[in-house]
C-alpha cells in the first residue's frame, strides 16, 4: 500500500511538472493526479497475452493453426539465462533494484518530452514496459488500442498505475516472463520463444550469447533492427547490447569480443497459420466457421451492425484465445475424400468436385473436400463449396437433384403405403392439385400448389413403375405423383426432420419440384441426412468440434451433439433395401458398387446444372456434387449425370475410406412393407421382336421397343432392359436392330 501512495504522489507531481504547453484550461493539479491515479481501475486487465488457437484431428495431429500474432509462450525456465540477462541489460539494468518506476530515469523523460505536445518516451522500467504490452492487447477496438499506444500523459499515468499492481502482485521473476511472453521482436513474432524459432529455428533454451543479444537489441524498434530486414543495423544493435553486458560486469570483456566477432546467421521458420496453410483447407474452414458461430452465442443480432460487431469480436478471441480445438476429422476418410475428388477435373478449372463424409449416428463429419485449390490466388477460392454459408459456404449452394426423392420415398412408407404403389408414369406430364403449404417468406403465407409440368431425365423409362423400380430408374413423373399422394407439405417436413434446409439457412421452398431437388443445399447436410438413414432413421446434426480446451487447460463447455430418432428404424430398413437396388444391374447407379452392402441414389438437377450422388454403408454416409461453382445455371454441366462424374467420386471415396474396416450389413426390415414380388425376366435376346414381345407379355411383363442400329438382322433383339428378375407388371425395353448398322437408310 505504501508503495502504491508514493507512486500516486510522484504521479501527481510528474503531471505538474510537464503540465501541457498551449493548453490554459488544463486544471490538473498534483493532488489532483494524485488522487485520480489512485482510483483509477486496472482490475480488467488480463495477464495473458493473445496466443494462437491450434486444430487437431482426431489422430491428435494438428491440422491447422490460427492467429493475429505468432507467439508460443513459455515459462522463464525454458528461457536460456543468457536471453534474460540480455533483456535486462539493454532494457533495465537495475530491474530487479528498483520498483514499478526508476524516479530518476522517468523524471528525465518526462522533463526532455514536455515541450513536444506531451509525448512521453523512454524512462520505461521492464514492469512499464509489461504495463504497455499488456494494455495495448486488452484493447479489444481499434480506438481503444490507439488510446492504449497513444504518446499521452494520460497513458503514461495509465502504465503506472498498472506497474504499480503489477509490482504489488507478481514477483520479478513473474514479471522478466510475462514481458519476454509479450513483447514484440519483430518480424511478425510475439514473445521469444516465437523469436527464437523465427529467426534461429529453435527454442529460446537454446539460443547463444551473440542470438540472445541479437533479440534483446530488437525490442527496441523491431522494425528498424528486424534482421531479416536490415541486417547491418540489427548486429550493430546487437554489439550494443553486447557492450552493455560487458561494461555490467554479465559477460567478460572476451565473451563480448568472441560474440561480437559472430556473423548473423539466421536460420528462417516462417510460420503460415489459418486455413490456407491447413493440409484438410475446407474441413479447417468447416471448423472456423463453427467456433466463430459458438463465440458469437445463438441470440440472433438485431442488425447487421450488431452481427459484424460480434463477429469481428468472436474472430478475435478465436484468433487470439490460445485454444486447443479437438475435431472429427478422421486423416483416412479425408485421404480418400481428397483423392477422389480429382476425378474428372482439375485443380484450375471452374467445374469442381465436392465431397463430405459423415458418421451414421453421431454426426461426426469424417472430412470435407474439393477439388479446386484453397487460396486467394488465381484460379482459386475461399468459398468453402461443400459447406452452408454459416460456414463459409456460398448462399447459392448446389442442388439436390432427385437424392431429393430419397425424402419422399421415406415419407410414402412412414404413411404406410406399399411399395407396389404403382403409377402409369409417361415421359411427360402434367399434374394438377398439388396442395399449397404454409410458409412465412411468401408473401401470402402459402407456397406450392396448383399444376406442374415435368418429363424424365434421359436416363429413365416410361411405362407403370412402384416404388422400387421408380426409385431404381430415378423416374421423374412418378414421383411427382407420388408427392402429389403424401402431400408435398409432409414430404418437405420429411426432408427437414433429417436436416434438410437451404444453403443460406432458409427453410425449404414447398413447391412440387422440391421433390426433384431444386432447394440449394450443401452436400455436409446432405452427407448427414443419408447418414440418419443408415442410422435407421437416427438422425444427427453434423457436427466437427468433439472438445475445446482454453489457454489456461480449462475444458470449455461446447454443445452436444444433437440426435434425434426422426423416423421409425423399420421405415429407414425399408428406403435402404430399395435404395441398394439403385447400385445394381437395375439402377441407375450400376456399376458402382464398393463390394460390400450400400445404398445409394443419383441426381441430376434441373437443366443440368449440377449433378449430385449420394449414399451409403451402416458405418459411412457420403454425398457429392459436380457443378461449375460460378453458377450452375449460366455455365451447365450438360452431358452429366449424377452417375457419370460424382458416382464414381463417391465409389473411390467410399472403397478407399472403407478399406480393411470390416463389412457391415443392413438390417432387413421385418414389417410387411408391400413389397412386389420379383419374377424372372425370360431372356429374349437374339430372338425376333415380336417373338420377345409375347414370351415377355405371357410372363406378365409390359414391353416397350426401342431401335437402334446393329448389323444384326432387322427386327431382331439385340439387348434389353433390365435383365434377370423385376417385379411383375414392370416394363421391360427391348432394342431391336435396324438391320443397316451404323450406315443411314436410304
Given amino acids: 500500500m505504501l508503495r502504491l501512495l508514493a507512486a500516486s504522489v510522484i504521479a501527481g507531481v510528474l503531471v505538474a511538472l510537464v503540465a501541457l504547453p498551449g493548453i490554459g484550461s488544463v486544471s490538473l493539479t498534483a493532488r489532483d493526479t494524485a488522487d485520480g491515479f489512485m482510483n483509477m481501475d486496472v482490475v480488467e486487465i488480463t495477464r495473458d497475452p493473445a496466443q494462437q488457437t491450434v486444430v487437431y484431428g482426431s489422430d491428435g495431429k494438428t491440422i491447422a493453426t490460427f492467429f493475429d500474432e505468432y507467439r508460443e509462450n513459455t515459462t522463464l525456465d525454458k528461457v536460456t539465462p543468457l536471453m534474460q540477462k540480455a533483456i535486462i541489460a539493454i532494457e533495465d539494468a537495475r530491474f530487479r533494484q528498483h520498483g514499478p518506476l526508476d524516479l530518476k530515469g522517468t523524471i528525465r523523460a518526462l522533463t526532455r518530452n514536455a515541450s513536444s505536445g506531451g509525448a512521453v518516451e523512454g524512462g520505461s522500467t521492464l514492469t512499464q514496459q509489461l504495463a504497455k504490452n499488456m494494455l495495448a492487447n486488452n484493447a479489444t477496438t481499434e480506438e481503444g488500442f490507439k488510446e492504449a499506444t497513444a504518446p499521452t500523459v494520460s497513458r503514461k499515468l495509465r502504465e503506472l498505475r498498472l506497474a504499480v499492481q503489477l509490482e504489488q502482485t507478481m514477483s520479478k521473476d513473474e514479471i522478466l516472463q510475462d514481458y519476454l511472453n ?34 534483446a537489441g530488437i525490442t527496441k524498434n523491431p522494425y528498424s533492427f528486424d534482421p531479416t530486414l536490415y541486417p547491418d543495423a540489427a548486429l550493430t544493435r546487437r554489439n550494443t547490447v553486447l557492450n552493455r553486458m560487458r561494461d555490467l560486469n554479465v559477460i567478460t570483456a572476451d565473451e563480448a569480443e568472441g560474440a561480437k566477432a559472430t556473423k548473423l546467421q539466421l536460420n528462417e521458420y516462417k510460420p503460415k497459420g489459418g486455413c490456407e496453410s491447413s493440409r484438410f483447407p475446407y474441413f479447417c474452414a468447416y471448423v472456423y466457421y463453427e467456433m466463430i458461430g459458438f463465440f458469437m452465442g445463438e441470440e440472433e443480432p438485431k442488425s447487421q ?13 478465436l484468433l487470439r484465445g490460445g485454444y486447443q480445438i479437438y475435431t472429427t476429422l478422421d486423416p483416412k476418410v479425408q485421404r480418400a475424400t481428397d483423392a477422389a475428388v480429382k476425378y474428372a477435373t482439375t485443380p484450375k478449372s471452374t467445374k469442381v468436385n465436392v465431397n463430405a463424409a459423415v458418421q451414421p449416428g453421431t454426426g461426426k463429419i469424417l ?12 484460379g482459386e477460392t475461399t468459398i468453402n ?6 460456414h463459409g459456404g456460398s448462399i447459392y449452394g448446389v442442388d439436390a437433384g432427385s437424392t431429393f426423392k430419397t425424402f419422399t420415398l421415406l415419407e410414402a412408407l412412414n404413411q404406410g403405403l406399399p ?10 406430364t402434367t399434374i394438377h392439385g398439388y396442395e399449397a403449404c404454409p410458409y412465412p417468406p411468401a408473401e401470402n403465407g402459402m407456397a406450392g400448389g396448383g399444376s406442374w409440368t415435368l418429363s424424365n431425365a434421359s436416363d429413365s423409362e416410361a411405362g407403370t413403375f412402384n416404388m422400387k423400380n421408380a426409385t431404381w430408374l430415378s423416374v421423374n413423373t412418378y414421383y411427382a405423383q407420388l408427392e402429389k399422394t403424401v402431400g408435398v407439405c409432409k414430404s418437405v417436413k420429411m426432408a427437414e426432420k433429417f436436416g434438410m434446409k437451404r444453403t443460406n439457412g432458409e427453410p425449404l421452398m414447398p413447391t412440387p419440384s422440391q421433390v426433384l431437388g431444386v432447394n440449394p443445399i450443401d452436400v455436409v447436410h446432405l452427407s448427414a441426412a443419408y447418414a440418419g438413414i443408415a442410422a435407421r432413421g437416427k438422425y444427427c446434426e453434423p457436427n466437427v468440434v468433439t472438445s475445446v480446451v482454453d489457454a489456461k487447460g480449462a475444458k470449455v463447455e461446447i454443445p452436444a451433439a444433437k440426435c434425434e430418432q426422426v423416423v421409425d428404424p423399420q421405415v429407414a430398413d425399408a428406403a435402404t433395401m430399395i435404395l441398394q437396388g439403385v447400385l445394381s444391374g437395375h439402377g441407375t447407379g450400376a456399376g458402382l458398387g464398393i463390394g460390400r452392402p450400400a445404398a445409394a441414389k443419383t441426381g441430376t438437377c434441373e437443366n443440368y446444372a449440377c449433378a449430385v450422388f449420394a449414399g451409403y454403408t451402416p458405418d459411412l454416409a457420403v454425398a457429392t456434387a459436380y457443378w461449375d461453382y460460378r453458377s450452375g445455371v449460366q455455365y451447365p454441366v450438360t452431358g452429366v449425370y449424377g452417375a457419370t462424374i460424382p458416382g464414381p467420386v463417391w465409389q473411390r471415396t467410399m472403397t478407399a475410406a472403407l478399406a480393411g474396416k470390416p463389412v457391415l450389413q443392413f438390417q432387413q426390415p421385418t414389417r410387411d412393407f408391400g413389397d412386389v414380388k420379383n419374377k424372372k425376366i ?27 442400329r446393329s448389323d444384326a438382322p432387322a427386327a431382331t433383339i439385340v439387348r434389353m432392359s433390365p435383365t434377370g428378375s423385376a417385379p411383375e407388371g414392370s416394363t421391360v425395353t427391348l432394342f431391336m436392330s435396324n438391320g443397316h448398322g451404323g450406315r443411314p437408310r436410304r
Fill in 182 to 215: 509479450i513483447a514484440y521482436f519483430g518480424a511478425g513474432a510475439y514473445g521469444v520463444e516465437a523469436a527464437a524459432k523465427r529467426y534461429f529455428s529453435k527454442s529460446a533454451a537454446d539460443l547463444t550469447l551473440p542470438e540472445a543479444a541479437m533479440l
Fill in 305 to 317: 451492425e450488431e452481427r459484424q460487431t460480434r463477429f469481428e469480436a468472436a474472430r478475435k478471441k
Fill in 682 to 708: 425370360p431372356n429374349v435376346v437374339g430372338r425376333h421382336v415380336d417373338e420377345g414381345a409375347s414370351l415377355l407379355g405371357q410372363s406378365g411383363f409390359k414391353v416397350r421397343v426401342k431401335h437402334v
Fill in 367 to 378: 472430412a470435407i473436400s474439393t477439388s479446386k485449390k484453397y487460396g486467394n490466388g488465381r
Fill in 385 to 390: 463449396l461443400p459447406a452452408d454459408a454459416a
Fill in 419 to 428: 411399395i407396389s404403389t404403382s403409377y402409369t408414369s409417361p415421359a411427360t
